[in-house]
């Protein structure tokens, strides 16, 4: 018999993992408020409103996440390459398993901070958008922003009740919002645009400068 088979399995519980996630969310962002929650189905949902960014929070939680989702087959699996191997004080090994079912993640947009966007959109625009209009003035403003160098209107969520421009706009503001960390001071290193007159702003927070 090989040596895995005498490796012990140690299982984490969804209850006390929820705690590992909580535990380490507050020492990578101090600040930022995250509710961790168990919900029926074996999964562990993470929200939080500004702050650090989706793939952020992925990076950091990932090593927590039991199941994984193959969407192609629409099949949900036991990850195998989260297994944590320890070594023991006394010189045994186990494996370390977590019980937490899909990890996913909902990060919020502050109203504070849609504000914010919205004047930044309109001033990268070049003039005021109607954000309870579903016309041209917002898919204009997303070519300008040219998001992911796609058309105008490409990727952006239209209201299907037809009730206003809402959720297109929405969309726009949160596709803005998608890159940038609001948990910490931005060092200024993710690129910036132009917005005419001798300033800028950097890419990563928004911040105003002037181009030097």
Request: negative net charge; glycine residues 12%; proline residues 3%.
């Amino acid at each position: 018999m090989t040596t895995e088979a005498f490796v012990k399995t140690r299982w984490i519980s969804r209850v006390e993992t929820a705690k590992l996630i909580r535990a380490k969310l507050k020492q990578e962002y101090p600040g930022v408020k995250f509710s961790v929650r168990c919900a029926r189905g074996s999964a562990t949902y993470v929200n939080w409103t500004d702050g650090p960014t989706s793939a952020q929070v992925r990076a950091t939680v990932d090593e927590f996440e039991s199941d994984g989702f193959d969407g192609m087959q629409d099949l949900r699996y036991t990850r195998e390459d989260n297994v944590a191997l320890v070594a023991n004080e006394d010189g045994t090994l186990e494996r370390v398993r977590y019980l937490s079912g899909l990890i996913l993640e909902q990060r919020n947009v502050s109203e504070e901070w849609a504000r914010e966007l919205r004047d930044e959109i309109e001033e990268f625009n070049g003039e005021a958008i109607d954000w309870l209009d579903h016309g041209a003035s917002i898919e204009i403003a997303a070519f300008r922003l040219n998001f992911h160098g796609t058309p105008p209107g490409t990727g952006l969520a239209r209201d299907s009740g037809g009730g206003g421009g809402c959720n297109y706009a929405q969309s726009l503001i949160w596709q803005l919002a998608a890159g940038r960390d609001r948990s910490r001071p931005c060092d200024h290193g993710l690129g910036t645009y132009g917005v005419g007159n001798g300033w800028h702003r950097c890419a990563g927070c928004g911040l105003r400068c002037q181009t030097p």
